[in-house]
T-cell receptor, first 113, second 113 residues
Framework: SQKIEQNSEALNIQEGKTATLTCNYT??????LQWYRQDPGRGPVFLLL?????KEKRKERLKVTFDTTLKQSLFHITASQPTDSATYLC????????????FGRGTSLIVHP | SQTIHQWPATLVQPVGSPLSLECTVE??????LYWYRQAAGRGLQLLFY??????ISSEVPQNLSASRPQDRQFILSSKKLLLSDSGFYLC????????????FGQGTRLTVV
């Protein structure tokens, strides 16, 4: 069956360091992959999208990589700040069809001052 | 610009009572519409999606139903709530084109008592 795996344990890092979050998937052929941020009690907010034929995407302090051979995406936040503390979700969208995103469980990031 | 409205923000309902959650989208036409549920510490579970008026697809069999009476209105209903229906319900929309992200409402925290 299709599976999207994100580390269920919270990631704790010090302010100023780079946070790296992982999204692994199996039995899936995504057309593209998305990353979202979710704050407690709020809906997810879209951050970045990367297509299957792209290796890397950047937006300000954010960087996403996508390796379809390893079936893995890495999400990096450089120069992390306490305000980056949130849960980060990856979502895969299949090729063809109705472009419905399937979400991972998310990883909680805690940036300590 | 596009906006999505979801209400109510919180709801406490007794077991066996009916449910109606409403979601409306502004500033776009013919969107894909979604209802997700997020249990505590869990990922987003897709409940229903709709690609057009009156077109509803169910992903998980349960005592919930969805309707799309108008292009930008999506309603989640139940005739009799169960304790297991408690959770955080999220409405979302996306454009019906490739390489598009999902936009989420603020969510409804439902507690069935």
């Amino acid at each position: 069956s299709q599976k999207i795996e994100q580390n269920s344990e919270a990631l704790n890092i010090q302010e100023g360091k780079t946070a790296t979050l992982t999204c692994n998937y199996t039995n899936y052929s995504p057309a593209y992959l998305q990353w979202y941020r979710q704050d407690p009690g709020r809906g997810p907010v879209f951050l970045l999208l990367i297509r299957e034929n792209e290796k890397e995407k950047r937006k300000e302090r954010l960087k996403v990589t996508f390796d379809t051979t390893l079936k893995q995406s890495l999400f990096h936040i450089t120069a992390s700040q306490p305000t980056d503390s949130a849960t980060y979700l990856c979502a895969l969208v299949p090729s063809g069809g109705s472009y419905i995103p399937t979400f991972g469980r998310g990883t909680s990031l805690i940036v300590h001052p | 610009s596009q906006t999505i409205h979801q209400w109510p923000a919180t709801l406490v309902q007794p077991v066996g009572s009916p449910l109606s959650l409403e979601c409306t989208v502004e500033g776009t036409s013919n969107p894909n519409l979604y209802w997700y549920r997020q249990a505590a510490g869990r990922g987003l579970q897709l409940l229903f999606y709709s690609v057009g008026i009156g077109q509803i697809s169910s992903e998980v069999p349960q005592n919930l139903s969805a309707s799309r009476p108008q292009d930008r209105q999506f309603i989640l209903s139940s005739k009799k709530l169960l304790l297991s229906d408690s959770g955080f319900y999220l409405c979302a929309w996306s454009a019906t084109t490739f390489n598009t992200e999902a936009f989420f409402g603020q969510g409804t925290r439902l507690t069935v008592v």
